[in-house]
């Protein structure tokens, strides 16, 4: 079955202590990025990678990192999560080709505490 | 930067009743065009889309026209049932810059 796995989906963390959010996709899909999801303030983008060592930053990235080493997996680091970074994140992927659709993983909802 | 509007929620109507959710776009080059929706406790999924100027994207009963000279890709149904209760993102695709931007979502409720 085609899908996008992200990994866990709750997290409550304290503030400060790493994390990584993990995010897995079985369609041999070029493109990935993640996503925020906030009340109020729909979805945003934070970093999207085109292909495997390339990685650009979205709308949001700060407080963030990430790395595709190999073209199925794009973790999401937070070296330092502080409570403003409490939200419902989103890994997709799409093919990246023209007018594609993008497929979404379930969700994680990260409290920073 | 690119950006998209989303008429503001929540809407509530009642079964049978004509849904028109209004989104406007503003990019650079020939974006493509999407609307997806989010069940509850689940992630997006694409609900259509629209890669240039007067496609008509079409699914499960709903429809949007890309129009170019309004910059606008508005979502409409002719007779929503309860089951089409969801929140619905509308989204763009710059393909020169290869990120995406999705507007703030509205939140539909449909009573039987």
């Known amino acids: 079955e085609a899908q996008v796995t992200q990994n866990p989906r709750y997290l409550i963390t304290v503030t400060g202590k790493k994390l990584t959010v993990t995010c897995s996709q079985n369609?041999?899909?070029?493109?990935m990025s993640w996503y925020r999801q906030d009340p109020g303030l729909g979805l945003r983008q934070i970093y999207y990678s085109m292909n495997v060592e390339v990685t650009d930053k979205g709308d949001v990235p700060e407080g963030y990192k990430v790395s595709r080493k190999e073209k199925r997996n794009f973790p999401l680091i937070l070296e330092s999560p502080s409570p403003n970074q409490t939200s419902l994140y989103f890994c997709?992927?799409?093919?990246?080709?023209?007018?594609?659709?993008?497929?979404f993983g379930q969700g994680t909802r990260l409290t920073v505490v | 930067g690119d950006s998209v509007t989303q008429m503001e929620g929540p809407v509530t109507l009642s079964e049978e009743a004509f849904l028109t959710i209004n989104c406007t776009y503003t990019a650079t080059g020939y974006p493509s065009l999407f609307w997806y929706v989010q069940y509850p406790g689940e992630g997006l999924q694409l609900l259509l889309k629209a890669t240039k100027a007067d496609d008509k994207g079409s699914n499960k009963g709903f429809e949007a026209t890309y129009r170019k000279e309004t910059t606008s890709f508005h979502l409409e149904k002719g007779s929503v049932q309860v089951s089409d209760s969801a929140v619905y993102f509308c989204a763009l695709v710059n393909t020169n810059a290869g990120k995406s931007t999705f507007g703030d979502g509205t939140t539909l409720t449909v009573k039987p």
């Open positions: 369609m041999n899909h070029e493109y």
């Open positions: 997709a992927s799409s093919t990246g080709t023209f007018g594609t659709e993008a497929f």
